[in-house]
């Protein structure tokens, strides 16, 4: 069965950072398409972030420069280090995974909550 | 980059109404176009993937079509547990993006 677990999330001030995690099991990370999508509070879904099976890395242009996605292939766990944080940030961060060739997020995690505030 | 716009933003309509949703794309693209449905407090649940396939497990009600820059998702008789928000998404190319969101109430 395919899980997804994010951690990593919390209340963190303008200009910090955090790293947040996504463990995975039922897959392996390095053969997928892993995704992180975020949602601020009662907005719509934005794309923040990829990591393609062969490692090859995309980012939004709100999040560029900022944040970074990582993966550890020995922990299969995807990572997103957000840096210089904004209070745009603020945001419910999902974890997602494209498991089929033509389709594309199938299966999510349940979100772990970032808010940026002094 | 290539934006999507969802209309309407919100819609009321009755059990067993015809409800249709569009997304415009700002430039053409491929037919990586899905549709997601968010009840609320829930996580995004694949609806369409490749404009008009039907994700495994989804009701026959749901449909999607167009190409090129328009494109729709169709719930042909509405039900009380399709109240929702529905995002359309294109995926598969830098970068992946979401339409707004559309949200769907009963009237």
């Known amino acids: 069965e395919v899980q997804l677990v994010e951690s990593g999330g919390g209340l963190v001030q303008p200009g910090g950072s955090l790293r947040l995690s996504c463990v995975a099991s039922g897959f392996t990370v390095s053969n997928n398409f892993v995704s992180w999508v975020r949602q601020a509070p009662g907005q719509g879904l934005e794309w923040v972030s990829i990591?393609?099976?062969?490692?090859?890395?995309y980012y939004a242009d709100s999040v560029k420069g900022r944040f970074t996605i990582s993966r550890d292939n020995s922990k299969n766990t995807v990572h997103l280090q957000l840096s210089n944080l904004r209070a745009e940030d603020t945001a419910m961060y999902y974890c997602?995974?494209?498991?089929?060739?033509?389709?594309?997020?199938?299966?999510w995690g349940q979100g772990t909550l970032v808010a940026v505030s002094s | 980059d290539i934006q999507l716009t969802q209309s309407p933003s919100s819609l009321s309509a009755s059990v067993g109404d015809r409800v249709t949703i569009t997304c415009r794309a700002s430039q053409g693209i491929s037919n990586y176009l899905a549709w997601y449905q968010q009840k609320p407090g829930k996580v995004p649940e694949l609806l369409i993937y490749?404009?008009?396939t039907l994700q495994s497990g989804v009701p026959s009600r749901f449909s999607g079509s167009g190409s090129g820059t328009d494109f729709t998702l169709t719930i042909s008789s509405l039900q009380p547990e399709d109240v929702a928000t529905y995002y359309c998404h294109k995926y598969n190319s830098d970068p992946w993006t979401f339409g707004q969101g559309t949200k769907v109430e009963i009237k």
């Open positions: 490749l404009v008009s």
């Open positions: 990591i393609y099976s062969g490692g090859s890395t």
């Open positions: 997602a995974v494209k498991m089929t060739v033509a389709a594309p997020f199938d299966y």
